[in-house]
């Protein structure tokens, strides 16, 4: 069957935008002699809808407008279309929304699958909206038999996964169902699943993988569709796949990029597999799509970054610039009494290297008047944590007293280290309506900036090798409160992302125990900080923000 993978970037809600979007790919299958076209889970919506499901009114806009791609399906030679959405349950019983793949067929809807397996771990919380599926059956789309599968439904195979999250298995139904399949129906197997699968490390070679060993296990092609784009902290790569019987890729799309992929399932020998790329260009390329679409699907166009003369902001600029432009970024350096000259100088250098506007506002002034006028509460006292955090806050005031009068939305530039360990100031360089590098540790920030600079000088030299420092107080150096980053960030993916007690992460990693401890406190008391701070683009396994739920008053 001649299969078209729409790999589209819905946005929440906009259901008018959405089906205009699927209209579009729509024809573009038609004109190249698709017989089925296939979108993503909850094309029709986008996701994820999240509370938005618990109003009657979505569901049923998500419904007139299923309806209404159903009606692009209709007249001769049209093809059928497999394409996600959120529907009303039927039973009286358990939830009201049901999350399902509607088979539509000579402008109505012929079939619907509703999903099984609901993902209740880390970003997903889909037991709280949808009522589950209890049953499966197998399709008929153009005469050809195909199992039809919703993301985590094809996500439970016994023999890939050490351990199954759900007792069933849907495929396993689906493939039990065929081999009692009559004549023609039996023959090429065939599993389509549309997904809505996020990126994180590893996700595009893992899914990969466990699409291969599901394919070959049961001597099927698959064909998954992948939402792309980015919603809120949640970047969809896309990647789509087309993997054959014997495991192996036939046709891969796009990643972190819409696509239309046309494949045959009975050639094979046609399709293409793009070239693979490592982690760094994926994550650089995670972070400029979620950077975009955060901006574009919320309204803004322009981005003001606090410009330090550090790496981390450095990054987040040249993010910035990949992602709306040159023209739609303003850089801001807000020098203090502590800050060093070649902080500045450097700031400049990588304004003019990036072609962005770059304007200074000193607030030594500003900052001695602040301190006059807490004079007499800090009378007797020593110059400490106060006084330092009192010029990110100015800094954070001025920003957003920027922001509010241009309209252009504040990047955060703290990076994951620092959120983890509380390093950074609420209400001062925490400011802002993104956080976009902070689900990146600071030695991954290095490897990223080195990757902005692949090709030419980007982030100037001196900013890639001069101590990283907060420059709050005479000679500072995150040193002073922090271990050498090479040593905290495997500290800190250990506790952070795989949940290993202090005792475990001395013994992977031949490290101090006090240390350790040491690090766990500063990740623990920090939590009141981390609930408080701007949205965070998701590229990790385990990243702050939705799918690390900890209490803030608790004893750990």
């Keep these: 069957m001649r299969i078209a993978l729409a790999q589209i970037n819905p946005t929440v809600g906009d259901f008018a935008g959405n089906l205009a979007l699927i209209s579009g790919y729509v024809e573009r299958a038609a004109a190249q002699a698709a017989e089925l076209v296939i979108f993503p889970e909850l094309a029709t919506c986008g996701y994820p809808p999240a509370d938005l499901l618990e109003k009657e009114s979505f569901v049923a806009q998500a419904e007139a407008t299923l309806v ?16 996600g959405s959120p529907m009303r349950c039927e039973n009286v019983r358990g939830k009201h929304v049901r999350n399902v793949a509607a088979l539509l067929a000579d402008g109505a809807v012929h079939a619907v699958q509703q999903k099984m397996l609901l993902p209740f771990y880390d970003v997903f919380d889909e037991q709280r909206y949808f009522e589950p599926g209890h049953e499966q059956s197998l399709s008929v789309v153009k005469g050809h038999a195909v199992a039809v599968t919703v993301c985590e439904d094809a996500w439970n195979d016994k023999m890939f996964w050490p351990r199954q999250l759900y007792p069933v298995d849907p495929v396993e139904e689906l493939m039990r169902q065929w081999a009692v399949l009559p ?27 466990m699409l291969g060993a599901l394919a070959k296990r049961h001597r099927a092609t698959i064909v998954m569709v992948n939402q792309v784009g980015a919603n809120d ?93 040159a023209e739609n970024v303003q850089g801001v350096g807000m020098p203090s009494e502590f800050s060093s000259s070649g902080s500045v100088s450097d700031a400049e250098k990588l ?9 200074i506002v000193p607030i030594r002034e500003i900052y001695t008047r602040f301190t006059g006028a807490l004079e007499p509460f800090f009378e007797g006292t020593a110059f400490g944590l106060a006084e330092e ?59 990223l900036s080195r990757y902005v600079n692949r090709e030419r000088e980007i982030i100037p030299e001196d900013t ?10 005479p000679g500072q150096k995150d040193t002073d409160s922090l271990p050498p980053y090479d040593v905290l960030d495997p500290i800190l993916r250990a506790y952070v992302e795989e949940y290993a007690s202090a005792e475990e992460i001395v013994e992977a990693q ?16 920090s939590e009141y900080k981390r609930q408080q701070a ?9 990243s702050f923000g939705m799918g690390r739920r900890f209490p803030i008053a608790a004893r750990r």
């Excluded at 046309?262 to 693979?276: C, H, N």
């Excluded at 304004?351 to 304007?359: E, M, Q, R, V």
């Excluded at 490290?511 to 008391?525: G, K, N, Q, T």
């Design 351 to 359: 304004a003019a290297n990036l072609g962005i506007a770059f304007s």
């Design 183 to 209: 004549q023609p129906l039996s023959g090429h197997r065939l599993i389509l699943n549309i997904s809505a699968s996020p990126y994180w490390h590893d996700k595009i070679a893992v899914r990969q993988k």
């Design 233 to 325: 902290s949640l970047v969809f790569d896309g990647s789509s796949l087309v993997v054959g019987p014997d495991g192996e890729v036939l046709a891969q799309a796009k990643s972190f990029a819409e696509d239309l992929l046309i494949v045959d399932t009975t050639a094979p020998d046609k399709l293409l597999v793009p070239p693979s790329q490592d982690e760094v260009a994926l994550t650089w390329q995670a972070l400029v799509l979620g950077t975009r679409d955060y901006l574009r699907k919320c309204g803004f166009k322009k981005a003001i970054v606090g410009l330090s003369g550090g790496i981390d902001s450095a990054l987040v600029a040249a993010i910035a610039v990949e992602a709306l432009g």
């Design 510 to 525: 031949g490290v101090d125990l006090a240390l350790v401890r040491r690090v766990i406190r500063l990740v623990e008391i």
């Design 464 to 473: 890639l090798t001069k101590p990283p420092s907060a420059e709050l107080r």
């Design 389 to 447: 955090n009192l010029q990110p806050r100015i800094r954070g005031s001025l920003l957003m007293a920027l922001s509010n009068k241009t309209g252009a939305l504040v990047l955060t530039t703290g990076n994951k280290s620092e959120m983890a360990c509380g390093y950074c100031t609420l209400y001062g360089d925490m400011v802002g309506a993104l956080a976009v590098i902070a689900d990146v540790y600071k030695t991954e920030v290095y490897a």
């Design 534 to 542: 701007a949205p965070v683009l998701k590229v990790s396994r385990k």
């Design 68 to 83: 209404a791609v159903a009606e692009l399906t209709r007249g001769e030679g049209r093809p059928a279309i497999l394409c």
